[in-house]
């Protein structure tokens, strides 16, 4: 029989290595989606809630996997929904090919119903590659260069298929003049800098006393290379969000995370080191980093775009991380002093007590530190973490040990809300004999997450494991913004767009299907957490959290200390339990 466009599509990806897609269906794509029903046995389709959600799981299967993560909507309102997990993927540099329908060629330019100017709404999510299909033979090459730039660039890239072009035979594209002829693989160089610069960064490194390193999600397959060169100069080891499982939490010179959600360890270092090496990471805030001119610096990132871009570095290195560091350490002289990282594992031994007598402080009803520190010593071998943007993203951060072997992420660059759950569930396709357990707040929880319940109960059968947790934080307030208006604006909790309504998360598991847990005593936390992760079914643990328990970053300023001061005199409404919290933490 002869081939469709569409199943030439589908096996054209199929012989790319892609064996999952998320989406959901749509007129637009009818002719795609037959083609996915009569080629299940070599591509998984996964349906999802809305089209968003299939965009983070897209987003999350490039990032616990490093395959190209693919997604699939209809025309019109479908192709609209993606963009926000779209530009998740692409703030956070992973490669996603979206795939998406259009109206028939005939009615384009007509006004028709559902067309949308598609190639202008996906030119800057895709920036790299957006293309239309527009003849048949043009479908060959266009995937091909979708899949190779996706991976060679590490982007978004769209590819747009009108209607009546998916049910039209495939066909090869002639050998003749202004046609394209092209072919399936991509393999990764190995990318290293040149001799001459490795040994000039090595001259600096060499030549500090106080190095300090801060890594990121490109630094995730060096963790080898990162412990060796740190033992090589006598340095502590800064994490951003998303570098957060590059090394393990347990190891006394690891300051933890970085930034307003960072740790106390991690700012003095960073305020008193006199060498900066970051690898493998684009973290934005500046303020968090050496003063300028206080410190001498060495970047690597395999991008190089990315390189000098949040302080001053001497030396910038475009490269692998791993690779480059293994060039790096045969120039590097040893440290013998170990008093600068003896400073630094003082200063970790010390936080991590901090860390437990917050946790530990009693809250009305439950302080939500406790629920992540009680989490921490449970954690399972190799399991995978998912967080969402938010006050859970501080706790995570700060007070849960990665261990070596586990993986875990959120939304970095673009930070937005609701890709918890999703995440939580790709990383479950991906990884389906491991323990995966998603963190995330009410707000992100009624935004997108009590929807892609759903799509656990209609999925989990399938896994060898069944183990996937849900931890809601249940504190009925948008929490993160709520302080960020009282300590960067000054203004007290503004309660119309700040509270949330109350809902029965764990009681709406168990009405679909899954199991609930609902917990408001802190000390059934330890138990809770037991039994959500012994459980033979996915798990909602609901925990009611103190609103009012503050999210201090490492360092509080002048001017902040004086923006809360002005939210408490203008008469915040939740001033009592907030100062009363403060003063906890404070003393702690």
Request: charge should be negative.
């Amino acid at each position: 029989m002869t081939e469709n466009v569409s199943e030439f599509l589908v096996r054209r990806l199929s012989e790319w290595g892609v064996k999952r897609i998320f989406g959901y269906p749509g007129d637009g794509i009818n002719g795609i989606m037959g083609a996915l029903d009569r080629a299940s046995d070599n591509i998984d389709f996964i349906q999802v809630r809305h089209e968003e959600m299939s965009a983070f799981m897209a987003c999350a299967h490039a990032k616990f996997t490093g395959e190209v993560g693919v997604c699939l909507a209809t025309s019109g309102p479908g192709a609209i929904h993606l963009l926000n997990g779209l530009y998740d993927a692409k703030l956070d540099h992973q490669p996603v090919v979206a795939i998406v329908g259009q109206q028939k060629r005939a009615a384009l330019g007509g006004n028709y119903q559902q067309e949308v100017d598609l190639i202008s709404l996906f030119k800057d999510v895709a920036h790299e590659y957006v293309h239309m299909v527009s003849t048949p033979a043009q479908m060959r090459h266009v995937i091909d260069r979708a899949m190779r730039i996706a991976q060679a660039e590490r982007s978004v890239c769209c590819v747009i298929v009108p209607n009546d072009i998916q049910q039209m035979d495939a066909e090869k594209p002639p050998r003749e003049h202004g046609t394209i002829h092209s072919g399936i693989g991509y393999q990764a160089p190995c990318v290293s800098p040149r001799t001459e610069d490795l040994q000039r960064a090595a001259d600096v490194l060499n030549a500090g006393s106080k190095v300090a390193i801060l890594v990121g999600a490109g630094a995730l397959n060096a963790r080898r290379e990162v412990l060796e060169v740190t033992d090589l100069l006598g340095a502590g080891i800064a994490k951003a969000l998303l570098g957060k499982a590059v090394v393990p939490d347990d190891l006394p010179y690891v300051t933890g995370s970085i930034g307003l959600l960072g740790t106390e360890p991690s700012y003095d270092m960073m305020t008193n080191c006199d060498t900066l090496l970051m690898i493998g990471s684009s973290f934005p805030y500046s303020e968090f980093l050496p003063e300028e001119g206080q410190a001498r610096g060495v970047q690597i990132d395999i991008q190089g775009h990315m390189l000098g871009i949040r302080y001053p570095m001497e030396v910038n290195l475009v490269g692998d991380s791993a690779e480059t560091l293994k060039l790096l350490m045969p120039l590097l002289r040893r440290k013998e002093g170990r008093t600068w990282q003896g400073r630094i594992k003082r200063h970790v031994a010390q936080w991590w007590k901090t860390v437990e007598s917050r946790a530990m402080k009693s809250a009305n009803p439950i302080n939500p530190q406790r629920v992540f520190w009680e989490l921490s010593p449970r954690l399972p071998d190799n399991c995978i973490l998912t967080c969402d943007s938010g006050s859970a993203a501080n706790w995570y951060a700060r007070n849960l040990k990665i261990r070596e072997g586990m993986m875990a992420s959120l939304s970095g660059g673009l930070a937005t809300m609701g890709p918890g759950v999703p995440y939580a569930i790709s990383a479950k396709f991906a990884y389906p004999d491991r323990v995966v357990i998603a963190m995330v707040g009410d707000g992100a929880m009624q935004m997108n997450g009590l929807n892609e319940l759903i799509t656990i109960c209609k999925y989990w059968k399938r896994w060898s494991n069944p183990r996937l947790v849900v931890m809601v934080l249940n504190n009925r307030d948008l929490n993160q913004v709520t302080w960020e208006q009282r300590a960067l604006e000054g203004d007290p909790k503004f309660e119309a767009s700040q509270d949330l309504p109350d809902f029965p998360y764990a009681r709406y598991a168990e009405l679909i299907g899954l199991r609930g847990i609902f917990v408001d005593q802190p000390e059934e936390l330890g138990n809770a957490w037991d039994n959500a992760l012994s459980a033979d079914c996915p798990v909602v643990l609901e925990v009611c959290a103190d609103p009012d328990v503050p999210p201090l970053p490492p360092h509080i300023t002048f001017k902040q200390a004086r923006a809360y001061a002005s939210a408490i005199l203008k008469g915040d409404t939740d001033s009592p339990g907030i100062i009363k919290s403060s003063v906890k933490q404070i003393l702690s």
